[in-house]
């Protein structure tokens, strides 16, 4: 269990995670950290298997600890369907029918995986009531040590609270081999965290909604921290890969901490997520959770620029320009590592953006600026802005021969 003291009202904060282990060769350490589990069910995708998923397979077979395994075709998506195969695979059958036995439930589920295997597993465990943990193969997302999962219900996204991970292994290797756009996804999750805390702060000041200072305070301090280390992705320095995993982890730790995805979710996430359900109302595969997010975040952040120099709201305006400096330093690495536009239709932009405000139940400055009248105005606005200073290509024109 992971636990912190803390000024704020909650006073103690803590997880039930066990243990975080981001070091190289991590996949050979697996039967030793899940050593108190004999009956494992172990859940990958194609892609996940082929690239860390057979190898913990046999280390888990050889070690005696393996019940089975399900290998989900690709790309396998944290929806309905998916959680349900889950689900129905998760009990092993024994060799000789009973009609008066159930099947044998494992003792454990761990996901090979990232963000959609992560929260697919996630769910299952809540739902099962058995422990879990994941062998993450990308830093794509944060959401690796986090209490929520953003799963597809028919054609909805929606957050669900379901169990924390009580183990993470993340293997430097493997991360380092992820592709290119799987890295750029990471960076992306954590480029929102400036806006979230700062609609954090506004609810705080105009709702009275629970804030944590402490909690702020480490997510900031992972988001410079990812910052830093994506200076060294595109060379797959194993250092930077290990900087960004520990990073995301930590945001997702404090997801956890705060029993909400409030530290690391505002107006970005609400906006990205949109455009994600778009896709899949249109029957399409969504694109990558990071880069949808990260593109969001320059959406929040044009619209909080526009807002700081139009307000009379003194005490809005204060709040605003602490994070002025952050904004920059976010435009600065966007014009280095041009991240992907997916959304560059102004009447999509626009319908993501005026959409997205009821998302969820969650105030932020989609929110302030419908009350006030202006949401549509800023959302196209911010169109033209953004297009002008921020789009260096389409994610397809980027990235052609990606597959999901």
């Given at each position: ?83 349900g195969k889950v689900l129905i695979e998760a009990g092993r059958d024994r060799d000789v029918f009973d009609i008066n036995a159930f099947s044998l439930n494992p003792d454990y589920i761990l996901a090979v ?80 965290k400036y806006i979230a805390i700062l609609d954090w702060e506004i609810s705080r000041d105009r709702t009275g909604e629970y804030y944590c200072e402490n909690i702020a305070d480490m997510v900031l301090k ?183």
């Amino acid at each position: 269990m992971i636990e912190m003291d803390c000024t704020c009202v909650q006073g103690h904060h803590s997880i039930p995670t066990e243990v975080i282990e981001v070091s190289e060769h991590a996949l050979l350490k697996v039967p030793e950290i899940l050593k108190d589990y004999h009956r494992i069910f172990m859940v990958a995708d194609e892609n996940t298997y082929a690239v860390a998923g057979k190898q913990v397979e046999s280390l888990l077979a050889e070690a005696g600890m393996l019940s089975h395994t399900l290998v989900l075709p690709s790309p396998a998506l944290p929806n309905a369907e998916n959680i349900g195969k889950v689900l129905i695979e998760a009990g092993r059958d024994r060799d000789v029918f009973d009609i008066n036995a159930f099947s044998l439930n494992p003792d454990y589920i761990l996901a090979v995986g990232s963000g959609s295997i992560n929260d697919t597993c996630r769910m299952v465990s809540y739902r099962l009531g058995l422990p879990y943990g994941v062998v993450g193969t990308a830093p794509s997302m944060d959401g690796y040590a986090s209490v929520v999962a953003p799963l597809l219900n028919g054609n909805k996204k929606i957050i669900y609270n379901c169990t924390i991970a009580r183990h993470i292994i993340i293997d430097l290797n493997v991360n380092a081999q992820a592709p290119y756009p799987l890295l750029l996804a990471g960076i992306g999750d954590m480029l929102a965290k400036y806006i979230a805390i700062l609609d954090w702060e506004i609810s705080r000041d105009r709702t009275g909604e629970y804030y944590c200072e402490n909690i702020a305070d480490m997510v900031l301090k992972a988001t410079a921290q990812c910052v830093e280390a994506s200076k060294g992705l595109e060379n797959r320095d194993l250092e930077a890969i290990r900087s960004t995993s520990e990073g995301l982890i930590l945001s997702g730790e404090c997801i956890a901490f705060c029993g909400s995805s409030r530290p690391a979710s505002g107006t970005e996430h609400m906006v990205g997520q949109t455009w994600e359900v778009m896709d899949v109302e249109e029957g399409k595969v969504p694109n990558l959770h990071g880069i949808e997010v990260g593109e969001a975040t320059f959406v929040a952040i044009e619209m909080f620029r526009l807002l700081y120099n139009e307000t009379d709201d003194a005490h809005l305006r204060s709040l605003i320009e602490k994070y002025l400096p952050a904004f920059d330093r976010i435009e600065a690495l966007q014009k280095k590592l041009h991240l992907p536009f997916t959304v560059v239709d102004k009447d999509r932009f626009v319908e993501g953006i005026l959409r997205g405000r009821t998302f969820r139940v969650r105030y932020t400055i989609l929110q302030y600026l419908y009350d006030i009248g202006k949401l549509e105005s800023y959302a196209e606005r911010v169109f033209d802005i953004v297009m002008k200073k921020h789009f260096f290509g389409t994610f397809k024109e980027q990235f052609p021969d990606w597959e999901a």
